[in-house]
């Protein structure tokens, strides 16, 4: 498992995103299990707290798409 340190600025979503290229909710919640003490900082990350990655698929399963005449 991978550790990266938050910037000055970071909230999970841009950390993710800038680290996985993903920021969805499967990857959002699997960022949260694998570090349950996130959550006690502000919804903004101070610089300099090492968060463990999740290992997630690269990209995130497209949903199939619904028509009206399905």
């Known amino acids: 498992m991978r550790r990266v340190r938050s910037i000055a600025g970071d909230s999970v979503n841009l950390l993710l995103y800038r680290e996985l290229e993903r920021c969805d909710d499967a990857a959002e919640e699997a960022l949260w ?3 349950p ?5 502000a919804p903004v990350l101070p ?3 090492w968060v463990a990655l ?4 690269s ?3 497209a949903p199939t798409p619904v028509s009206a005449w399905d």
């Open 33 to 35: 299990r694998v570090n």
């Open 37 to 41: 003490g996130l959550a006690e900082y």
């Open 47 to 49: 610089a300099g707290v």
């Open 54 to 57: 999740p290992e997630v698929d």
């Open 59 to 61: 990209r995130p399963v």
